[in-house]
């Protein structure tokens, strides 16, 4: 079973900031929080990873509140290349164990 | 820098026959992982070799078999093939086992059992 759950869909319009919440309440001490974007019939594709606090790199944000039984991804200005299954997952280096993802489709 | 590579692309196979698909690791990288992707699904593991041995694997039958050669490269071979495995199967390499260091996904092998 994923580690996680997230929105199964979410919609928006382009220039929109969007933010995806996880939970990941049963999060284990030595494990990371990681983002995957995948596209119809590609390979998952590293956005963001991070341990606690925020992340930011070129293309998204990550925040992690004290606790870390939840992380929120926040794409800032979304375009419609955007339109992905977003994938959140908990790890410490072993297997990705995969839930269903979050759609996210955006419109003009 | 070449990424995560994999071959074939496509392949088309009837039940009951066998199929070899193939990885390369990105530059640098000594562990792989093999994932089955259904339609509308996520990712399912398969199994992950480091040091050309299986580390870790998840609930596959022993149909499902793979190895690792000393340039890190692997294969997955699936024998005795069913309708069920048709799929997309993934690999991905990382640096290290057990860091929480990046894991790269190749751009998958689209596998249909007739």
């Known amino acids: 079973l994923a580690k996680t759950t997230q929105p199964i869909s979410m919609d928006s319009y382009e220039g929109q900031e969007v933010n995806i919440t996880c939970s990941h309440n049963?999060?284990?001490?030595?494990?990371?929080i990681t983002w995957y974007q995948q596209f119809p019939s590609q390979g998952p594709r590293f956005i963001i990873q991070?341990?606690?606090t925020k992340v930011t790199n070129e293309v998204a944000s990550l925040f992690i509140p004290a606790d870390r039984k939840s992380s929120t991804l926040s794409l800032p200005r979304v375009s419609l290349s955007d339109t992905a299954v977003y994938y959140c997952?908990?790890?410490?280096?072993?297997?990705?164990?995969f839930g269903k993802g979050t759609t996210l489709s955006v419109s003009s | 820098d070449a990424g995560v590579t994999q071959s074939p692309t496509h392949l088309i196979k009837t039940r009951g026959q066998q199929v070899t698909l193939r990885c390369s690791p990105k530059?640098?990288?000594?562990?792989v992982s093999w994932y089955q992707q259904a339609l509308g699904q996520g990712p399912q593991f398969i199994f992950q070799?480091?040091?050309?041995?299986?580390?870790q694997r998840g609930n596959f039958p022993d149909r499902f078999s793979g190895h690792q050669f000393p340039n890190y490269s692997s294969e997955l071979n699936v024998n005795a093939l069913l309708l069920g495995d048709s799929a997309l199967y993934l690999c991905?390499?990382?640096?290290?086992?057990?860091?929480?260091?990046?894991?790269?996904f190749g751009p998958g092998t689209r596998l249909t059992v007739l």
């Open positions: 991905a390499s990382r640096r290290r086992l057990g860091m929480a260091d990046t894991q790269y």
């Open positions: 049963n999060i284990a001490t030595n494990d990371y």
């Open positions: 991070g341990y606690k």
């Open positions: 997952l908990v790890e410490a280096g072993t297997a990705l164990i």
């Open positions: 530059s640098g990288h000594d562990t």
């Open positions: 070799y480091y040091e050309e041995e299986e580390r």
